[in-house]
């Protein structure tokens, strides 16, 4: 039975490993693009799932993501945070427009191109989530739903994380960050296509980094790395983790039904690990290429079994250091 459905949630860097895991799936014949009828995705997961959609070889997207700079549009000044107040978050969704222009146009689509075209261009029914914060819902953004939306809209309401990016607001409504209560959107997918073996779904758990494990003894960076906030972390390092460790814990509330064909990598992130993930070329290509080696070694003793296509779920770790 083909995979037709694909669910991938928020979580930051996870993206980078979530990539890898596509790839080789992909690679290996566990799905494939013309049997993928929907997508149903959450914050950096909506980024990937428009990736999968605009069908690009797999060498294209690592060289986009690997090595596009990144921190040119990440920059922080002091004049961002002080108008953070009256802004509600530091970045605005120009970031989100930097990152997507380059792959809609290399295809000859506009940055301005709607749901509903972007469905009659990809053929797949793409739904990313959203959070309202007024009606306190998670809202579900898709081309039958908001065919007059602009893609890039819909992405910046999914990822607009509370405090760093400032909140989508139109007329009486505030968008967050759609991981606030949907990070991973299965429950969504299953009601619309409830044959589960049809799903792939990438997922993501967070633990605790401690400070004094083996693999920071004698680390001068461990404070620093650890999954904690101290006095020497910065502001965007405690909106980071506030946000970060919020949405897991409200996802891991969330009973989720398990279906047969999902990943679920366990990750120690941390802060600091995003922000090296943004500048560092490098740190990229390496959560991609753990993505990529987890099932190239197998994973688990349970993992992949070619024979009969039968996924189980999985969980690592990304590489220390």
Known sequence: MPIKHLVISGGGTIGFQFLGILEELNNRNFWKLEDIESIYATSVGSFLATIVCLNYDW?????????RPWHDIFKLSGKQIIEAY??????DNKIIETALKPLLEAKDLSLKITLKEFYEYSKIDLHIFTFELNTFKTVNLSHDL???MLLVDAISRSCAIPGVFMPICVEN???IDGGVMANYPLSFCLQDHPVKEEILGLNYTICKSDPKSEHMENNEHATRNANIITKDSSILDFILRFSMNAMNFITNSIPSEPIPHEIVCKIEESPMFLKESIYSSEKRKVLIETGIHLLEKGGPQKWLK???KTLTSLESTFPKG
Do not use: A, Q
Not at 59 to 67: A, L, M, Q, R, S
Not at 86 to 91: I, V
């Open 173 to 175: 409504e505030c968008f």
């Open 59 to 67: 060498e294209t997207v690592n060289n986009y993501i690997i090595n």
């Open 306 to 308: 070619t024979d009969d």
């Open 146 to 148: 908001n065919p007059d």
């Open 86 to 91: 009256y802004n509600k978050g530091l970045y």
